[in-house]
């Protein structure tokens, strides 16, 4: 019977990422999928910085046209079309991730597949996972081929990253806490049949009582049209090539594309209560579900990942389980507070009473009439909860160069701190990085290292394999001397 290091139920964009930075770091990895290929039609669509630096540490990214395309930002209108927020999402010349990106999910599941088996990763398709029974001495994971036959492998550890009907999470029997968000809209793919001259740079949000809906420009010739379902309507009569055309016509003539993919969701606000179960654990859609209004459904998922894999990596080469544990109290509530966003979101755009509208429409105008600035992204929460941050850390470290180099491609999923003068660490601290196999960078001026402790009121930084910032000072120091003894990273 084949064994391995970790088994993965699921070869989504969460596996996948999984997988690869599992096997990059050196572990046996077998990730199994139901289906014979990758869904063909697009599904996801935005990715943010973060999650850019992640799939470019995998080698997962491209910029090429027809793949992806820089999102300048959202604006929220009204039915008649007039501004009522404005969210732009500027590159800072500093940085080398933009900040939001929209893409075309086949090309980087196809891509991400071909990076995790790359750094030597097994993936089973049509291979519909049926049984996961604990042994002793692993998980014995039991999966059926479209032949009917039974493939078995045991894994030291199981990660279920196999979607929002997640089949592990059964397994674990876990609930899910519900925010009270379940909104069914039409999504609608299409393919322009010429070239737009003047492609679009934005998302709009329309927030129409009449019927809220939305307008992504994908890269290439594609968009998407997503439309709220009214109360009562079925999703099989507006599901339908000419209700189809008529609720685009306002933005895009029937005859000038082509239908793509169309489908109705509902979508939720939910989190699953228990992410561990012994040596199985969830990630992605399995572990957590939310609405798209920020785009960050994918982009919480392969957080799930980065978290997880660097963990997972320690106790297979020996630190402690316990590790392990501190995967759900830094994931579960940072997600939380995300999907309570888009939830927030979610129940301005899809205001139905016309009244209600009028008075949001009246108070959201008058307020940008008094400031019209332009908002940035929707902030992302600070990780806590666990003995691997404290207080002052919990963020992601900036992106920037050094010298010529990138400095996600300088750290490479190690340990890293940043420090003013080799005089600020002492013999015993840089002892303590070495034996974590990390790096120490000295900062040097006009470069990301230097912009680090500018962020700080201290000239020790101390950042994690996942790009987390740890902390500053010597409490950071500190915090990360106790968690190599507790956890037995080194």
Not at 91 to 101: G, I, Q, R, V
Not at 162 to 178: K, Y
Request: proline share 6%.
């Amino acid at each position: 019977m084949t064994k391995v290091d970790v088994a993965i139920v699921g070869a989504g964009p969460v596996g996948s990422t999984l997988a690869a930075l599992l096997a990059k770091a050196g572990l046996s990895v077998c990730v199994f999928e139901r289906d014979t290929d990758v869904y063909p039609l697009p599904r996801a669509a935005h990715l943010d910085a973060e999650t850019l630096r992640t799939l470019r540490q995998i080698g997962a990214w491209s910029d090429e046209p027809d793949w992806s395309i820089v999102n300048e930002g959202m604006d929220f209108l009204t039915a008649d079309k007039q501004l009522l927020i404005r969210m732009t999402a500027t590159l800072d010349s500093d940085h080398t991730a933009p900040p939001s990106n929209l893409f075309h999910q086949p090309s980087l599941d196809r891509l991400l597949r071909a990076r995790a088996t790359t750094f030597g990763a097994t993936l089973l398709v049509a291979h519909d996972v049926v049984a996961i029974d604990e042994t002793d001495h692993g998980v014995l994971v039991t999966a059926r081929n479209l032949a009917g036959e039974s493939v078995s492998v045991e894994a030291a550890w199981v990660i279920g990253c196999c979607g929002a009907r997640s089949f592990t999470r059964r397994f674990l029997g876990t609930g899910q806490v519900d925010l009270d968000f379940d909104e069914p809209w039409l999504v609608v793919d299409v393919l322009l049949n010429e070239p737009d001259p003047d492609t679009p740079r934005r998302t709009l949000q329309v927030c129409d009582p009449a019927r809220p809906h939305t307008i992504v420009p994908m890269p290439g010739r594609r968009r998407r049209f997503e439309f709220m379902l009214l109360p009562g309507e079925d999703p099989e009569s507006i599901d339908r090539p000419e209700v189809i055309a008529e609720l685009m016509a306002p933005y895009l003539d029937a005859d000038r594309a082509t239908v793509e993919r169309s489908a109705v969701y509902t979508f939720h606000g939910l989190i699953a209560n228990d992410w561990r179960r012994g040596r199985v654990l969830l990630a992605g859609d399995s572990a957590h579900q939310m609405p798209p209004f920020l785009g960050q459904g994918m982009c919480s998922g392969i957080r799930d990942a980065l978290n997880l894999s660097w963990k997972l990596a320690a106790v297979v080469k020996g630190a402690q389980e316990s590790l392990l544990d501190t995967y759900q109290p830094e994931r579960s509530p940072h997600v939380r507070a995300i999907v309570e966003s888009a939830v927030g979101f979610g129940r301005v755009i899809c205001t139905l009473d016309a009244d209600e509208a009028a008075g949001r429409d009246a108070m959201m105008l008058a307020a940008r009439a008094n400031d019209p600035t332009d908002r940035g992204g929707a902030p992302m929460p600070r990780l806590a909860g666990s003995p691997l941050v404290t207080d002052e850390g919990g963020y992601v470290v900036s992106d920037g160069r050094v010298g010529a180099a990138i400095f996600d491609d300088v750290l490479d999923g190690r340990w890293c701190i940043v420090v003013a003068s080799d005089s600020s660490l002492s013999t015993d601290h840089r002892m303590l990085v070495e034996s974590l196999g990390g790096l120490v960078l000295v900062a040097e001026p006009g470069t990301v290292t230097a912009r680090i402790l500018d962020h700080t009121d201290s000239d020790v930084v101390v950042v994690r394999p996942d790009r987390i910032v740890m902390g500053h000072g010597a409490a950071a120091l500190e915090t990360l001397r106790d968690a190599v003894i507790r956890f037995g990273l080194a």
